[in-house]
């Protein structure tokens, strides 16, 4: 599950921890961002992907529990001048889902540059971070779904909000996909989400970190700092039966709380069904938008703190924050991200 946050094992391994996806329409094709590996760890993180680790960004197709296709990048070695050989395979199918299986090369090239292969074209490097949020803020959320208690904002003002990310950057892969590959045509229905996995002594690979909707860890699981919860592992197909009543539970109690829904049970089992599973929707060729009425995809401009707030506590909460990049111009350009 996605998390920028200073913790032990991040600032260890960050480059296998997920910050962000975003996906979203971009010149006649879809735009897919996978961040890693933030700076907020400490200022001397270890920059780069990590050369025995897999980046995957799973597609489901029309509500289907299991992805039919997966693009999977690879890196090697850092080499003199601080670039990263890259390659990219398309997997379809049942392919899609094995971890044994090969796919197909699509697609080679080096870190920050653009590379280009069939219906793709791709970019990776460090960038400018989009996300957003003030921290201060985030902790008077993270009191109340603890406790199951009323948040508390008299330390926080939203006329002195801040930006807490300001000035860090991340690791991010970008990947355009054009509304001519078969699968991703203009009006498919499709459900997102990435995952890094890492080589085993034995030969296979472990899922370490996944990542569809924004904000899961944070709000729900802060104080997993070594994260070691079981949604970090399973498949989205899991989420529900296997962690539906947590989630429900603990939107249940700060409701209940702050007094938000008249059936707190209720309104927590359907904030449990529209984030589980884990899988970010989205309608191939229409304008991204990660808002309070509408969840389809994500621009680097959408408000996603802001938005996953407010249905956690079912109240409208404003952050007093927004992007420094407009819609318009990431909308406009490629590689979509800011290089650092």
């Not at 990590?50 to 992805?67: C, L, P, Q, V, W």
């Not at 409701?255 to 899988?279: F, H, I, K, M």
Request: charged letters at 20%; proline letters at 5%.
């Amino acid at each position: 599950m996605s998390h920028h946050l200073d913790t032990p094992l991040a600032a260890q391994g960050g480059q296998l921890y997920i910050d962000d996806l975003y996906v979203f329409n971009g010149d006649r094709a879809t735009v897919f961002v996978m961040d890693v590996n933030s700076s907020v760890t400490k200022a001397d993180i270890k920059r780069g992907f990590h050369a025995e680790a897999r980046y995957e960004i799973k597609i489901h197709f029309n509500g289907a529990e299991t992805e039919e296709l997966t693009y999977r990048f690879a890196f090697g070695e850092l080499d003199g001048d601080a670039k990263q050989i890259l390659q990219l395979y398309e997997l379809t199918g049942a392919d899609a889902r094995d971890d044994a299986a090969m796919g197909t090369p699509i697609a080679e090239g080096r870190t920050g540059e653009v590379s280009t292969g069939g219906n793709v074209r791709i970019w990776a490097g460090r960038i400018t971070d989009p996300f957003f949020v003030d921290l201060d803020e985030l902790a008077t959320i993270n009191g109340a779904v603890k406790n199951g208690s009323r948040v508390d904002r008299s330390a926080w003002r939203v006329d002195r909000a801040k930006n807490s990310f300001a000035g860090t950057t991340v690791e991010s892969i970008v990947l355009e996909v054009s509304h001519d590959e078969p699968l991703l045509r203009d009006g498919t229905e499709i459900g997102v989400w990435c995952r890094t996995l890492l080589a085993t002594d034995a030969g296979g690979w472990r899922q370490i970190n996944r990542a569809g909707h924004p904000m899961m860890w944070p709000i729900f699981w802060p104080h997993d700092t070594d994260f070691s919860d079981p949604a970090n592992f399973r498949h989205p197909s899991k989420d529900l039966p296997e962690g539906g009543e947590e989630i429900a539970s603990a939107v249940a109690g700060v409701v209940a709380a702050n007094g938000t829904a008249p059936d707190p049970q209720a309104y927590g089992w359907s904030v449990a069904r529209q984030l589980y599973p884990d899988v970010l929707p989205y309608k191939v060729g229409t304008a991204a938008n990660y808002g309070f009425a509408v969840r389809n995809g994500r621009t680097m401009a959408d408000n996603a703190p802001e938005v996953m707030f407010s249905m956690v506590l079912n109240t409208g909460t404003t952050s007093g924050l927004t992007s420094d990049v407009t819609k318009a111009a990431r909308a406009t350009t490629f590689p979509y991200v800011v290089p650092a």
